[in-house]
Each structure stands twice: as structure tokens, then as C-alpha cells.
């Protein structure tokens, strides 16, 4: 047993990760990659000490294995790659520098990863999840919760409920999964994905952003499509509203995979004096291609197969956009 230990000890100390991983990034995230909420597994027998409610919550010995009790805790990492587990309550697990998996379950936990490419599992309740800087992975599974990537090259999914997901900088790759999720990449050239539910996905962060060209997936539902210059949007199955930042341009025109005028709507944000006019042509060269026009610039390429007209267009004032 001492042995055994001792070896797993080692194991810690060089850095290599003593977690489960998933295969299914969208649901079978949500059932996998969480320890036994229950009682400590037998990786606790490698902490230093089981930290509690009224545990000082400072930095330990590097890549240590960590957990929690019943009661709230606060528990910080190391410089190493350390394996924190909350359990019950709600927690507050900082992983620090290194690459640390944080595994909040039950409760309404905060986790930071801080630097390095982190693991963030929030579990159970609505947690507050924030990458820190590196490429990291964040998943809220079950509960309301609200994910930051924060910079680097950042992976989040939302779960089961109505999640918040932000991006941050970088090109990051955002999964709502099920319920009514908001979606926001930021800079950097994003990946949205809306998934199951009416979703609000944002690509709007990038005008003055050169290489922030997203890419907007709404999936099922009634979802509201923010895109911004250069950005490509594919709406998926249901009614969509899909809105055009007037920022766009000849040379960076929005471009709509899969406008259906039977159900989806186009909205154009002018945020110039007068009213625009707006120009329908098909493209003779491109079957299924419309260009529109706002006073004589393309702005949006439509692929549809289905004429559309001017009652498939609505102007708005940036300020009443979703």
C-alpha cells in the first residue's frame, strides 16, 4: 500500500494527469470526466490533507491531488499541475500556474485555472468557470453556468441548462449544448456553436479586429445570429434572425449559408444618418448566390434557394439589436 502510493506519488510529481477524459464533447461530456461526489476517491490518499471549511486556502507542494469536504472550501493549486476536486458545496478551486483539472461537482462553484492549459468542470449547480490564460477546457454541465475562456486558444461547453459562454481573446470554440445559451466570441477568429434551444450567438467583437473572421452555427431552435464583418453563418433548423453589422463591406461581406425565406429574417444595423438603400441582385454566374447591397455596397452574400425581396429585410438601429 505504501508502495503503491509512493509510486503514485511520483507519478503526481512528474506531471502527468490523473483524470478520466471523454470521447462525446457535447452530451457525453456532461456524464463523464466527474469524480464520485459521494466520498473521495483513492487519489486522496495522495493530497497532502483534505482541506475544509476552515483550511487556509494557500498554494501547497507542486502537482498535488487535491479535494474538499461537504462544507464550501477554498482551495489553491501550485505551481504544478495539480487535480483539485471540490465536491459538496460551493466551492472556490484556483488552480494557479501549470495544468490543473478543476472538478467543482455539487454547488454553485467558482473555478479560475489561472495560467497553463487547464481542465474546468463545474458539475452540478450554476458555476462561474474562468480559463485564465493558455488553451483551455471548459464544461458547465449541469446548472445555469457562466464560462470565460479567458486568452489563449479556449474550448467551452455549456451543459444541460441556459448557459453564458464568453470567449475571450484568441480563436476559441464555443459549445451552448442544450437549453437557451448565450454565446459570445470575442476577438480572435471563434467557432460558435448554439446547439439545442433558442440561442444568442455573438460575433459582433471584431470590427477593428483583422484575423476575426467566425464562424456562426445556430443548430436547432429559434436562434438570433449577431455576425460580424466577415463572419460565416449557417442558421441550422428552425426560424432565424440573422443580423448584419453595417461594418461590413465589399472587402469583408458576411456571408449566410442557408437563408430560408419561408422562416429566417434578415436584419441590417445602420448606424449612419438617413436610411440606406437596399439592393437585392442574384448573382448570374452563381446559382443560389443573392448579393445585398446598403447604397450600393455588398455587405451580405445569401445563399438560398428561394427568391427573396425586400419584406425578407428589416433595418435596425444597432441600439435595438439583441
Not at 495544468?99 to 462553484?109: K, P, Q, R, S, V
Request: hydrophobic residues 35%.
Amino acid at each position: 500500500m505504501f508502495l503503491l502510493a509512493g509510486l503514485m506519488g511520483l507519478m503526481a510529481a512528474s506531471g502527468m494527469a490523473l483524470m478520466a477524459t471523454s470521447g462525446d464533447p457535447e452530451d457525453a461530456a456532461d456524464d463523464a470526466m466527474l469524480p464520485d461526489e459521494s466520498e473521495p476517491t483513492g487519489s486522496g490518499d495522495l493530497a497532502a490533507e483534505e482541506a475544509g471549511a476552515d483550511d487556509d486556502p494557500t498554494a501547497v507542494a507542486a502537482a498535488q491531488i487535491l479535494w474538499g469536504g461537504s462544507a464550501p472550501d477554498a482551495i489553491g493549486g501550485s505551481t504544478g499541475n495539480d487535480q483539485i476536486n471540490g465536491y459538496s458545496g460551493a466551492d472556490t478551486l484556483t488552480g494557479g500556474a501549470g495544468d490543473d483539472g478543476l472538478h467543482g461537482a455539487a454547488g454553485a462553484d467558482t473555478l479560475a485555472g489561472g495560467e497553463g492549459r487547464d481542465n474546468l468542470h463545474g458539475g452540478d449547480g450554476g458555476d462561474l468557470l474562468d480559463g485564465g490564460g493558455g488553451a483551455d477546457t471548459l464544461f458547465g454541465h449541469s446548472g445555469a453556468d457562466t464560462l470565460h475562456g479567458g486568452s489563449g486558444e479556449d474550448t467551452l461547453h455549456g451543459g444541460q441548462q441556459d448557459d453564458s459562454l464568453t470567449g475571450g481573446s484568441d480563436a476559441d470554440a464555443l459549445h451552448g449544448g442544450h437549453g437557451n445559451d448565450s454565446l459570445a466570441g470575442g476577438q480572435g477568429a471563434d467557432s460558435l456553436f448554439g446547439g439545442a434551444g433558442d440561442d444568442l450567438l455573438d460575433g459582433r467583437d471584431d470590427r477593428d479586429d483583422p484575423d476575426g473572421q467566425d464562424y456562426l452555427n445556430g443548430g436547432q431552435g429559434a436562434d438570433t445570429l449577431l455576425a460580424g464583418p466577415g463572419d460565416i453563418v449557417t442558421g441550422g433548423d428552425g426560424g432565424d434572425a440573422i443580423h448584419v453589422d453595417s461594418g461590413a463591406g465589399a472587402d469583408n461581406p458576411v456571408e449566410i449559408m442557408d437563408f430560408d425565406p419561408t422562416e429566417d429574417q434578415l436584419m441590417l444595423l445602420w448606424d449612419r444618418d438617413g436610411t440606406p438603400e437596399i439592393g437585392i441582385e442574384t448573382d448570374p454566374d452563381t446559382p443560389g448566390l443573392t448579393r445585398i447591397t446598403m447604397d450600393g455596397e455588398e455587405i451580405v452574400r445569401l445563399r438560398c434557394e428561394t427568391p427573396i425581396d425586400l419584406s425578407h429585410i428589416a433595418i435596425l438601429d444597432p441600439d435595438a439589436a439583441a
